[in-house]
């Protein structure tokens, strides 16, 4: 019997191992990448292609399926039948490693969340999940960065954590992580108001080097081609420190990207949660906010 036991041992353990190989290799040639979002989102997922190849993932795929404001939300996409039905398609297939999608206030609850991860899973039990937190938009509403700052961190402290835990709750054993990409234009505003951020002339502009290129927020170069370092790490676990990669401008994006992302996965809250009351208050907030900001123009079309 001790025999059989020890046998058995082997051979899980040998599996194990072998599936950790598999995964591995995956990982290092590049995963099949299935995204769906709305234009905070688009432009950083376009750039993947590239930077996976840089980085050396060469086997690295991806479709990406494109929606302006509310309607890129996971559960506008699922209540679209047409959009609903061209995704499917590609889940269908079997292949996708990673599902990314992103996040609109219109939509706050987890249930379109739920009914992609639902599907995806029948179709590929292993598959993984990243949901992206996008920047606030309207920045100007906001009368400096340290005020367009606190609301980001803290909503992505508590309530976005919140947000990401049910769902993991609801999927044990699923990857589901969260790219806290929005962080990136924080930063680069706060670097900008302080008067270090040499490569942007303005806050808002639509013909000058900027943060955003209009009023609803639409991130201007430099906003996307940090997002994309940062997608990159929390995708691939580049080290940005020695990618060979030169972004172009005189700012170290490299270095932000990096240090966004070891924060991060030190203490993915970075701030203290809100007492419970206090937490109520922010979800209500956020959810406000989205809904006001959204009204006059129905969210970005491009």
């Known amino acids: 019997m001790k025999m059989k036991v020890r046998c058995l041992s082997l051979a899980c353990g040998a599996a194990l191992l072998l599936l950790s190989g598999i995964a591995h290799a995956q990982q290092t040639n590049g995963n099949n990448l299935l995204l769906i979002g709305h234009s905070f989102f688009r432009p950083v997922a376009q750039g993947m292609p590239f930077h996976a190849a840089e980085a050396g993932f060469?086997?690295?795929?991806?479709?990406?399926?494109?929606?302006?404001?509310?309607?890129?939300?996971?559960?506008?996409?699922w209540e679209n039948p047409q959009k609903r039905a061209d995704i499917?398609?590609?889940?269908?297939?079997?292949?996708?490693?990673?599902?990314?999608?992103?996040y609109e206030g219109t939509y706050p609850t987890t249930e379109g969340y739920e009914n992609w991860i639902n599907y995806a899973l029948t179709q590929n039990p292993n598959t993984r999940f990243f949901i992206g937190l996008p920047w606030p938009d309207?920045?100007?509403?906001?009368?400096?960065?340290?005020?367009?700052?606190?609301?980001?961190?803290?909503?992505?402290?508590?309530s976005w954590h919140n947000f990401i835990n049910t769902l993991r709750d609801l999927y044990p054993g699923v990857d589901i992580f969260c790219i806290p990409y929005g962080r990136g234009a924080v930063e680069l505003r706060t670097l900008y108001e302080a008067g270090a951020l040499p490569d942007v002339v303005a806050l808002t502009s639509a013909t000058q080097d900027s943060l955003f290129n209009d009023a609803k927020g639409h991130a201007d170069d430099i906003v996307?081609?940090?997002?994309?370092?940062?997608?990159?790490?929390?995708?691939y676990e580049v080290d940005l420190t020695t990618y060979p990669h030169d972004p172009g401008y005189s700012t170290d994006l490299k270095a932000i990207a990096q240090s966004i992302m070891d924060a991060h996965r030190v203490d993915p809250q970075s701030v203290p949660a809100l007492p419970v009351a206090g937490l109520a208050v922010l979800a209500s907030a956020l959810t406000a906010v989205a809904y006001r900001r959204l009204a006059p123009s129905g969210g970005a079309s491009e």
Do not use: C, K, R
């Open 58 to 77: 060469a086997q690295h795929t991806q479709t990406v399926f494109f929606s302006g404001g509310a309607s890129g939300a996971p559960q506008a996409f």
């Open 88 to 102: 499917q398609a590609v889940l269908d297939t079997g292949n996708v490693e990673l599902f990314g999608m992103t």
């Open 138 to 158: 309207f920045p100007e509403d906001y009368s400096d960065a340290a005020t367009y700052g606190a609301f980001w961190i803290s909503g992505h402290a508590t």
């Open 224 to 235: 996307i081609d940090l997002a994309q370092l940062i997608w990159l790490n929390a995708i």
